[in-house]
């Protein structure tokens, strides 16, 4: 069965420094992975995607993530944080074959960046 | 979110009551999703919709239910509320099922049930 899993419920970072955001997937068979971001009482904004093709994928808002086979990783980095940044982010890999559209959400996490 | 709303945004109920939660969209999209939002467990399917009157079971089903007569509205029942069902709810839809093709989800539905 696909499943993901986000490393963080919470990382904290200062305004200007990098962002790490962990998450690794389990999957039979070569996956499509989401990052997806839920700000405060707003519904979920698509991120970026990775689909088979380059394995080093570019979001909106400066994010990228890269996808790693080797490592089953496919982490979410920003070279430096805004405090707009601040929300909660979801990892998510579809489904199996038969039910790639489905999507599998990770538990979340969320960021905290200080000024 | 554009092409999408969800009504009502929020509601409180009763325990026992029946509750319907819809999901509208001008896209014309053939697949329409239920989720709940939980904290410490992301989303998780409730129920799908692959077009008109063809429905399945996502990973949380029990004491829902969900009907679509027209493309454009997907409706999610309570049959008979409980606390556990307080919860956020989210509706998306998809162009198809290729999962190289985009979700786009609602701004969400806050219930409440007491």
């Known amino acids: 069965a696909q499943s993901v899993t986000q490393l963080d419920s919470h990382v904290s970072v200062s305004e200007g420094t990098p962002v790490l955001l962990r998450c690794n997937y389990s999957?039979?068979?070569?996956?499509?992975l989401f990052w997806y971001v839920q700000h405060p009482n707003k519904g979920l904004q698509l991120l970026l995607k990775y689909t088979s093709a380059a394995t080093l994928v570019k979001g909106i808002n400066g994010f990228e993530a890269e996808f790693k086979k080797s490592e089953t990783s496919f982490h979410l980095t920003k070279p430096s944080a805004h405090m707009s940044d601040a929300a909660e982010y979801f990892c998510v890999v579809t489904g199996h074959r038969d039910s790639s559209y489905k999507l599998i959400f990770g538990s979340g996490t969320r960021l905290l960046v200080r000024p | 979110d554009a092409g999408i709303t969800q009504s009502p945004r929020h509601k409180v109920t009763e325990t026992g009551t029946p509750v319907t939660l819809r999901c509208h969209q001008t896209?014309?999209?053939?697949?329409m999703y239920w989720y709940r939002q939980d904290p410490g467990h992301g989303l998780r399917l409730i129920h799908y919709?692959?077009?008109?009157?063809?429905?399945d079971k996502g990973e949380v089903s029990d004491g829902y239910s969900v009907s679509r007569s027209k493309t454009e509205d997907f409706l999610l029942t309570l049959e008979s509320a409980t606390s556990s069902q307080t919860s956020v709810y989210f509706c998306?839809?998809?162009?198809?099922?290729?999962?190289?093709?985009?979700?786009?989800f609602g701004s969400g539905t806050r219930l409440t049930v007491v």
């Open positions: 999957s039979s068979y070569s996956p499509s």
């Open positions: 896209e014309n999209h053939r697949y």
């Open positions: 919709s692959y077009g008109v009157k063809d429905t």
């Open positions: 998306a839809i998809s162009e198809s099922s290729r999962e190289n093709y985009g979700y786009t």
